[in-house]
């Protein structure tokens, strides 16, 4: 593969080629490379949450045990079902792209972004429940009635915990809506939806990371 | 070379701001932590003046905590974890690949303002009262202290995406960048010595980002972690904080190496001695350097089954950093040495680094550690690596590339006068506080014993001669800018793909993209006369 | 990326591993209910329907199951990564005694803070 005289007609046929790769596939592959890396930090970001939570738990069983009971399953476990249905959404959204096929695109990228708004909703309501009985972070803990001193704690993390991943969600939703009107305007295709596919692994991440908070802060008793 | 290049080719203060030609960027980080090295260096003048005398010398106990916090903030987040990769690496690494750019040019450029924004928030506490929690910031007392934590740690998590932000575009770079015939065995090894920092870089800035996070959350709601009157375990803040500032010394030596491992070879005229071997290395250290940051706190609290762990682990990383020690000596062995600027500063690294890296052993033994721990043993071991090892490899690899950057030559004789100045004052400055710290002085101290004051005169001395060499290496560094730009394509005889194109660069690199047939260092291939020689 | 080379899973593929992750969902808070001894059992049970969830994730929506190795050496690193810190933290944490003697946490202070490094140079 011999670069050096061929370099002009790449770049002018397909604008979004970048001047200093040569082929769209090189560009693409690295894109998703970058992605990946960039993956891996938020892992080790929220990682060291879920290290600080478990040590804590460890130290606290007794007070973790009685204040995750304050916690709503059934809005957690609906949450969990919204998030994975919106990674089937926007896995489908890719699928389109690839394909070329803008309405479907457009469909499930609108999806996805209706389901994050829904899973939104959900924790907005749990933290108003959550306000309303005192059961707040740190020194702001209002709760009464604790068998168990300590409880507190709990809920440092979980509104740490739940509050990085919703400020994860709401990104992930201004990026989504933002691919929506690129979608529209038709600005993809076949040949590129680097965004999409990009913004898809972004998306699958941040429902993983729920996969591991779900059973961590609700379930585990 | 006076005719188009990456410094002429577009001007103005806009062009620059806006730029995303990893050049520019990397000359802006350049002079950025160029700066940065300065004002830390002017905290550390001041620590050394107040340390002349037990008491007080020039200030008060208050602002000599604050002096030492921020020399070793600044210095580190500062200075010696961007500078090596984002300036000199920024620069050179797409040369050095026979690429245009870096894969995310645009990534790049939000690097470089993350950078400055995070140091504008750093240096805006000199303004708000300062931080003098040391540069590491141990609960409980620093979820307790006024000041400007909340600031600081804000600046410390931007700076940390910049770093990640380096990290990622190297990768991406390394993987799918490369010009054609260049595999992997055929990179220069500053490339693996940057691609092993970039790792290192994704894998454990993250947790100094969340470290800092729950360390504001701690000061702002009092979420109990770190605390222990609530429950908390002022320890774990210290995992945290190592899991991320262990491997970040290695983010600083790593890319210190790589330079070595391209400037040896050139000044000795010779093959790198085993290629695979230093390669590898660098890798392992990588690896490696994730496996041992609780002997930093084998006195913290820390369960002893943890601590014989990680004092045994410790001992397994310096095996790679020795194979490459062997290795750059073994290259020199019979070849033609030069000694110019680059192989001076080459040759002083071997030595200080030797030194510093045999001292870490003491530290990473349980039984001595006891003793040594916050003394000024420590100090000297890491101003051994971190100042005679990165500094003096980024001073090697500023002289390599100058030429390459902007085009102009610098006085030699005067180099060599800074060089000599540099290493006197350097030796003078540390030796004494291995001594002294062997004997009992605790480090961040402002007041100490009378019997220690000789070793801390002497010590100052030394820094006063070390900063003037290097004023008079910013002397003749700035002054040559000011002549004609005069610098052949290939001043040392190199035969990496950087000396393939004009001092300084075109702007997309190369005229034609260069295709690879060679190693970095055949110079067992290539003849004498081969001046502007080429990676065939 | 139009290389029809690198295959891709099929919407119905997607919607099986969809099928699978919302079972999974069921089981693991139905086994939460579950007591198996210890708690420490439920832990393990979680966290095992958690990575395979996980895993499902990965390999389908994510594309690891047909893309080139690179990008799942990646992520596979950052959770080794993340499990060297968890294990150390633990492990610390584990052989030896809390901080605070008085372990349950209170949210006024209950006097003097101990050092905790007096507990090695006493044993010293």
């Known amino acids: 593969m011999s670069l050096s005289g061929a370099a002009a007609e790449p770049h002018t046929e397909q604008p979004f080629l970048q001047h200093h790769f040569a082929l769209p596939e090189q560009q693409a592959e690295a894109s998703k490379i970058g992605m990946w890396l960039f993956l891996v930090t938020e892992i080790l970001l929220f990682g060291g949450l879920f290290a600080g939570y478990g040590v804590m738990r460890m130290l606290h069983a007794e007070a ?158 | 070379m006076t005719g188009r290049n990456y410094l002429n080719e577009r001007r103005g203060l806009w062009s620059w701001l806006t730029t995303r030609d990893h050049k520019r960027i990397g000359v802006m980080y350049l002079w950025s932590t160029l700066l940065a090295f300065f004002l830390g260096g002017v905290f550390a003048l001041l620590i050394r003046l107040e340390l002349l005398t037990p008491g007080k010398t020039v200030m008060s106990a208050d602002t000599y905590n604050k002096m030492f916090t921020l020399h070793g903030a600044v210095m580190i987040f500062l200075f010696i974890i961007p500078s090596i990769p984002a300036a000199l690496g920024n620069f050179v690494l797409p040369l050095l690949l026979g690429a245009k750019d870096v894969a995310f040019p645009r990534l790049n450029l939000a690097s470089y303002y993350l950078y400055l924004a995070g140091a504008l928030m750093a240096l805006a506490t000199l303004a708000m009262g300062g931080i003098d929690t040391g540069w590491t910031f141990y609960t409980p007392y620093s979820t307790s202290t006024g000041g400007a934590v909340n600031l600081v740690t804000l600046a410390v998590f931007v700076l940390g995406f910049s770093s990640i932000f380096t990290g990622i575009n190297f990768i991406a770079t390394v993987h799918k960048l490369r010009a054609p015939g260049m595999s992997w065995f055929r990179m220069p090894l500053f490339v693996w010595g940057m691609y092993a920092t970039a790792v290192i870089q994704i894998l454990a800035t993250p947790v100094l980002g969340i470290t800092v996070l729950l360390l504001l959350m701690e000061r702002l709601l009092g979420i109990g972690i770190f605390d222990p009157k609530l429950g908390g375990d002022p320890v774990l803040f210290q995992h945290f904080f190592w899991f991320y500032s262990h491997p970040a010394v290695y983010i600083m030596i790593l890319p210190g190496m790589a330079i070595i491992s391209e400037v040896i070879p050139v000044f000795s005229r010779r093959p790198i001695f085993g290629y695979r071997a230093i390669a590898f290395s660098s890798v392992a250290i990588a690896g490696v350097s994730f496996l041992v940051w609780g002997h930093h706190m084998f006195v913290s609290g820390q369960s002893v089954l943890a601590s014989a762990i990680f004092s045994f682990l410790t001992f397994l990383v310096a095996i790679p950093s020795a194979v490459k020690v062997f290795n750059w000596v073994a290259t020199m062995y019979r070849g033609s040495i030069s000694l110019q600027a680059p192989m001076l500063y080459a040759i002083s690294f071997l030595l200080l680094f030797a030194i510093g890296g045999l001292t870490g052993l003491f530290l990473g033994a349980l039984a001595t550690d006891v003793h040594l721990h916050d003394t000024y043993f420590v100090v000297a071991h890491f101003h051994y690596v971190m100042m005679g090892g990165t500094v003096i490899a980024f001073l090697a690899g500023l002289h390599y590339w100058w030429p390459k950057m902007f085009g102009r030559m610098y006085s030699e004789r005067w180099s060599r006068v800074a060089a000599a100045l540099i290493f006197v004052g350097f030796n003078a400055t540390f030796l004494a506080q291995f001594v002294m710290g062997s004997r009992g002085m605790p480090r961040r101290y402002y007041n100490y014993l009378p019997e220690f004051q000789p070793l801390h005169i002497l010590s100052t001395a030394g820094s006063w001669v070390l900063a003037l060499g290097l004023l008079i290496m910013a002397g003749y560094l700035l002054a040559s800018l000011r002549r004609r730009p005069d610098a052949p394509p290939n001043p040392w005889g190199g035969l990496t793909l950087e000396w393939q194109t004009g001092s300084p660069p075109p702007t997309h690199n190369f005229e034609r993209t260069p295709r690879v047939e060679g190693g970095p260092y055949d110079f067992h291939l290539v003849s004498e006369e081969a001046a502007a020689g080429r990676q065939r | 990326m139009s290389t029809a080379s690198q295959a891709e899973s099929s919407p119905r593929t997607y919607l099986r591993v969809l099928a699978a992750l919302l079972a999974l969902t069921a089981v693991t808070v139905l086994a939460a209910g579950v007591n198996f001894g210890a708690p420490s059992i439920n832990v393990v049970i979680a966290l095992a329907i958690a990575s395979l969830k996980g895993s499902l994730v990965a390999l389908y929506f994510m594309h690891l199951r047909h893309e080139r190795p690179m990008n799942a050496v990646i992520f596979l690193t950052g959770m080794a990564m993340l499990a060297i810190f968890l294990m150390f933290c633990f492990l610390d944490t584990a052989s030896r005694e809390p901080v605070a003697p008085s372990a349950a946490p209170a949210a006024q202070a209950a006097g003097a803070l101990r050092p905790s490094s007096a507990r090695i140079l006493r044993a010293s």
Do not use: C
């Not at chain 1, 959900?122 to 209002?142: C, I, M, Q, W």
């Open chain 1, 64 to 221: 973790f045990h009685q204040a995750h009971a304050h916690l709503d399953r059934a809005l957690g476990a609906l949450n969990t079902v919204v998030l994975l249905v919106s990674s089937f959404t926007m896995a489908m959204a890719v699928h389109s792209a690839r394909r070329g096929e803008r309405r479907k695109l457009v469909l499930f990228l609108a999806l996805t972004l209706s389901l994050a708004g829904v899973f939104l909703g959900v924790k907005y309501v749990e933290y108003s429940h959550k306000f309303h009985d005192g059961l707040l972070p740190g020194r702001l803990y209002a709760h009464r009635g604790d068998a168990t001193a300590g409880q507190f704690m709990f809920f440092s993390f979980y509104f740490l915990m739940t509050g990085l991943h919703g400020l994860h969600v709401a990104a992930g939703m201004a990026v989504i809506a933002w691919l929506l009107r690129r979608a529209r305007r038709g600005e993809f295709s076949a040949r590129y939806y680097t965004p999409v596919d990009l913004t898809g692994l972004y998306w699958h991440l941040v429902d993983m990371i729920w996969i591991y908070l779900f059973p961590m802060l609700y379930l585990i008793s």
